[in-house]
């Protein structure tokens, strides 16, 4: 997580006052870091992580832990011939992109929230969606 990225994601925690914040696939601690400080500075909150290997193996799975496309069909024979359930856990780098395919999903801003950023921002969506020409 960029310090950029890591600012939103405290801001984001500052604003909303969560008495709780469940952070799923805690990797480096960096994205947990920033939600702690925040709820620390909000005076209140619980942060919850949950490192999905450590989980799958309290369950009685195996887990593997999978960082390059080798690991990751390494892991898969692996898992193939395993007597038990087998969790492939790949971290993965959100700066890392992917190349286009000429298109674009549209992923609009949530219609229900009580926060007046949110319902801002829904409005702004909605006005630049009834704007928007459709060439086909």
Not at 53 to 63: F, M, P, T, V
Request: charged share 25%.
């Amino acid at each position: 997580m960029s310090p950029e990225q890591g600012r939103i994601v405290y801001d984001h925690v500052r604003a909303a006052r969560p008495a709780e914040v469940l952070e799923l696939g805690t990797a480096h601690g960096v994205g947990a870091a920033y939600m702690a400080a925040a709820l620390r500075d909000n005076g209140a909150g619980r942060l919850v992580t949950v490192d999905f290997a450590a989980n799958a193996e309290s369950l009685g799975a195996r887990s593997i832990r999978a960082c390059t496309p080798a690991a990751v069909r390494a892991a898969l024979e692996s898992a193939r011939t395993a007597d038990r359930t087998t969790a492939i856990v790949v971290p993965v780098d959100i700066e890392h992109r992917v190349g286009g395919y000429e298109s674009w999903w549209d992923v609009p801003i949530a219609e229900v929230s009580t926060m007046d950023a949110v319902q801002k921002a829904r409005e702004e969506y909605v006005r630049a969606r009834r704007a928007e020409r459709h060439y086909l």
